[in-house]
């Protein structure tokens, strides 16, 4: 059973920072893509960055220069560092493993911006 449990998320002024975890059980973790995605109220849920099992890297226009993903196949852990957050990044963040054609999701985490 495929798990993922994202962390990390809060209450952040305008222009701070967060680091927000996934960690995931029961996947090759190594083989799998990575994403971040988020949703915020009346919103469709959208990409905010993604990463292969090659660590290449893809950033959304509104995350380029202010977010970084990252992976840790040690430690079965994906990452988004969160920088210069603004109150339009507010929303819920989900991450989602992709891998043989399956799409998972963790449970989302909050993360709110306040200006």
């Known amino acids: 059973q495929v798990q993922l449990v994202e962390s990390g998320g809060g209450l952040v002024q305008a222009g701070g920072s967060l680091r927000l975890s996934c960690a995931a059980s029961g996947i090759i973790f190594s083989l799998a893509r990575m994403g971040w995605y988020r949703q915020a109220p009346g919103k469709q849920r959208e990409l905010v960055a993604r990463i292969t099992s090659s660590s290449e890297t893809v950033y959304v226009e509104s995350s380029k220069g202010r977010f970084t993903i990252s992976r840790d196949n040690a430690k079965n852990t994906v990452y988004l560092q969160m920088n210069a957050l603004k109150p339009e990044d507010t929303a819920v963040y989900y991450c989602?493993?992709?891998?043989?054609?399956?799409?998972?999701w963790g449970q989302g985490t909050q993360v709110t911006v306040s200006s």
């Open positions: 989602q493993a992709y891998l043989v054609s399956n799409y998972y």
